[in-house]
């Protein structure tokens, strides 16, 4: 209920709202694992895995963090032995493989075909696809064995299919299936997979969209304190403007970074600058002229030819659109919007004085707002309903067909509001005596938390970590700590971070940072404290809150070490609020 009511409030239209609890679902479940079975795609054997009780599922070692932790309980999994029925996947890889080359559009968008393509040509292992029900109380009970119930994914992703059956819209198989990223493995291998050993169509396309990151290119989480709550926020702004925030900030597909900063910027400068103004002065020189009813097109010059030629975008636009290229279609469209407000500065037409010029003119404009409330309509319905309402236009006429002679315009409607953000508090200028500064004081050391931390996706050795460090969100650092500590070990401790490093790329991921830790060579220990997050750390009357940048060889250079229970700078001991810093597992060595 819970999502059919953000369906509701997001206004997002779906023929049928599906539980794999339905009995007709789990009819349909059971004739296909039947058929699949029956064409020896199925078969009982040993399986041998590691096992989390919270997520009652096995995960290969490669998917738990440390090899033994549960990506989302955090919890050790268990070694568990028991008898299952596997699916025949390592059969159908030269099949895949084909179908992939015969349908290149199949694994969408482009920049995610490869990675699949390299892991299936690694080799596809059988999976199992049910659990006994000792162990497993709930599922689709097998047709084929009374003891044992499917396990995922039979059961979830042959929902897609049932769906179209027990609603009865013959819409199988689909254009086009869209799926968050973090899934696409499942849905480009394991369901045409299953499909094909059923001798059902595959989905023309699988499309994997990306995540929606805060403004800072982080992950969104409650830890960070970076969520936004989509129905607060389209309650506040609107539903269509943060519709077309989505489509029209980044290529569908990748992530998108997004912030009020920048969701305003955009807004208030396409939304409510460039259309709503160009609607609001059509229909104001329409009324002001005319008295609200649309003359006739006269005499027509080379300006106007071209403006309506320019309109001519369909073909195009529709293009993008059924590539699910979103941002291309709106780059396109507000190409012409923009077009038509600087036509109307060209021809000034509250300079004209000639009536059949202006008759002409206003004829044209109200065409082209036409023309648009029809390109915005996929986007913004809402919008282009009120639109069509205030120019008094039917949604069932023709886009492309001129707007008659006496036609009458409806009442007047603002479609945008500006929006205004509260001015956040000037951010404390640069000391005077920064670029003075040398030494111990030319750093900025904070006591920090790690908020959260994960594996980097490209490198055995490094940590990707969110550390609060007193600032308005957690900076993003990456170190090489891996070989040192596990993920448990780093999560929720508090750490000394360098604040003033020039940013880096570290095989491809953004650090804005360092941790710092003891490194005797053989091994290292984290430095810590526990004084306020964000406290900066001082050394013999010098505070190390440096705002200008400094580089990282240039830290190397100066003589941090540690005696295994202190920390010191020039043989002086670095404290925090009056107190050393802690050194763990005491080890001695230069500071790093």
């Known amino acids: 209920k819970q999502f059919e009511n953000m369906l509701n409030k997001l206004e997002i239209s779906n023929d049928f709202f599906i539980k794999t609890?339905?009995?007709?679902?789990?009819?349909?479940?059971?004739?296909?694992?039947?058929?699949?079975?029956?064409?020896?795609?199925?078969?009982?054997?040993?399986?041998?895995?590691?096992?989390?009780?919270g997520c009652e599922r096995y995960y290969a070692q490669d998917e738990l963090l440390d090899g033994k932790i549960c990506p989302d309980h955090k919890t050790e999994v268990e070694h568990k032995t028991e008898e299952n029925y596997f699916f025949k996947l390592s059969k159908y890889e030269k099949k895949l493989l084909d179908f992939y080359?015969?349908?290149?559009?199949?694994?969408?968008?482009?920049?995610?075909?490869?990675?699949?393509?390299?892991?299936?040509?690694?080799?596809?292992?059988?999976?199992?696809?049910?659990?006994?029900?000792?162990?497993?109380?709930?599922?689709?009970?097998?047709?084929?064995?009374?003891?044992?119930?499917?396990?995922v994914w039979f059961d979830a992703l042959f929902n897609y299919y049932t769906g179209t059956q027990i609603n009865k819209n013959n819409q199988w198989p689909c254009d086009v299936h869209i799926i968050g990223h973090d899934i696409s493995w499942f849905h480009v291998v394991y369901w045409p997979a299953f499909l094909m050993s059923v001798g059902l169509e595959l989905p023309k396309k699988v499309f994997s969209h990306g995540m929606i990151l805060d403004g800072s290119g982080h992950k969104m989480s409650k830890s960070l304190g970076n969520v936004i709550d989509p129905l607060k926020f389209v309650k506040i702004y609107g539903v269509d403007e943060f519709k077309y925030f989505l489509l029209a900030v980044g290529t569908f597909g990748?992530?998108?970074?997004?912030?009020?900063?920048?969701?305003?910027?955009?807004?208030?400068?396409?939304?409510?600058?460039?259309?709503?103004?160009?609607?609001?002065?059509?229909?104001?020189?329409?009324?002001?002229?005319?008295?609200?009813?649309?003359?006739?097109?006269?005499?027509?010059?080379?300006?106007?030819?071209?403006?309506?030629?320019?309109?001519?975008?369909?073909?195009?636009?529709?293009?993008?659109?059924?590539?699910?290229?979103?941002?291309?279609?709106?780059?396109?469209?507000?190409?012409?919007?923009?077009?038509?407000?600087?036509?109307?500065?060209?021809?000034?037409?509250?300079?004209?004085?000639?009536?059949?010029?202006?008759?002409?003119i206003i004829n044209v404009l109200v065409f082209s707002v036409k023309a648009f409330s029809f390109y915005i309509d996929p986007i913004m319905p809402n919008k282009a309903e009120r639109l069509r309402k205030q120019f008094n236009f039917n949604i069932d006429e023709e886009s492309q067909k001129e707007v008659s002679a006496g036609h009458k315009l409806g009442e007047k409607d603002n479609l945008f509001e500006k929006i205004i953000l509260e001015e956040k508090k000037e951010e404390s200028k640069p000391?005077?005596?920064?670029?003075?500064?040398?030494?111990?004081?030319?750093?900025?050391?904070?006591?920090?938390?790690?908020?959260?931390?994960?594996?980097?996706?490209?490198?055995?050795?490094?940590?990707?970590?969110m550390i609060d460090v007193g600032e308005e969100n957690p900076r993003q650092i990456v170190s090489g700590l891996k070989s040192y500590y596990s993920l448990?070990?780093?999560?929720?401790?508090?750490?000394?971070?360098?604040?003033?490093?020039?940013?880096?790329?570290?095989?491809?991921?953004?650090?804005?940072?360092?941790?710092?830790?003891?490194?005797?060579?053989?091994?290292v220990g984290l430095l810590g404290s526990d004084a306020d997050i964000g406290t900066n750390l001082e050394c013999c009357g010098a505070i190390a809150d440096c705002s200008s940048r400094v580089k990282v060889d240039k830290?190397?250079?100066?003589?941090?070490?540690?005696?295994?229970?202190?920390?010191?700078?020039?043989?002086?001991?670095?404290?925090?609020?009056?107190?050393?810093l802690s050194v763990d597992r005491n080890i001695k060595g230069k500071i790093c």
């Open 21 to 53: 609890t339905d009995e007709k679902h789990k009819k349909i479940v059971q004739q296909v694992l039947q058929k699949s079975f029956d064409n020896g795609d199925i078969y009982k054997d040993i399986y041998d895995g590691l096992y989390c009780v």
């Open 555 to 580: 830290f190397f250079e100066m003589n941090f070490t540690s005696d295994g229970k202190k920390v010191f700078f020039d043989r002086k001991e670095v404290l925090v609020s009056g107190k050393s």
């Open 488 to 523: 448990d070990e780093m999560k929720d401790r508090k750490v000394i971070v360098v604040c003033n490093l020039k940013p880096a790329k570290l095989r491809g991921v953004k650090s804005e940072g360092m941790v710092l830790v003891s490194d005797d060579e053989k091994n």
């Open 101 to 151: 080359k015969n349908n290149p559009s199949f694994i969408s968008p482009e920049s995610k075909r490869k990675e699949i393509l390299n892991r299936v040509k690694e080799g596809l292992r059988d999976i199992s696809i049910s659990r006994n029900k000792k162990s497993l109380s709930w599922g689709v009970e097998l047709p084929f064995d009374k003891d044992h119930v499917t396990y």
């Open 254 to 360: 990748d992530d998108i970074n997004f912030s009020l900063e920048k969701f305003a910027e955009k807004i208030n400068n396409e939304l409510n600058n460039d259309f709503g103004n160009l609607v609001s002065r059509v229909h104001s020189m329409t009324n002001k002229y005319f008295a609200g009813s649309v003359p006739a097109k006269e005499t027509v010059t080379q300006e106007e030819i071209n403006l309506v030629k320019s309109l001519d975008i369909f073909d195009i636009f529709d293009k993008y659109m059924q590539n699910l290229e979103f941002n291309k279609a709106l780059e396109l469209l507000w190409s012409t919007i923009r077009e038509t407000n600087a036509y109307i500065n060209r021809v000034a037409p509250w300079k004209e004085q000639d009536m059949k010029r202006l008759s002409t």
């Open 431 to 465: 000391k005077q005596d920064d670029v003075k500064r040398e030494g111990f004081a030319s750093l900025n050391l904070k006591v920090g938390k790690i908020v959260s931390i994960e594996e980097h996706p490209d490198s055995d050795k490094m940590f990707v970590e």
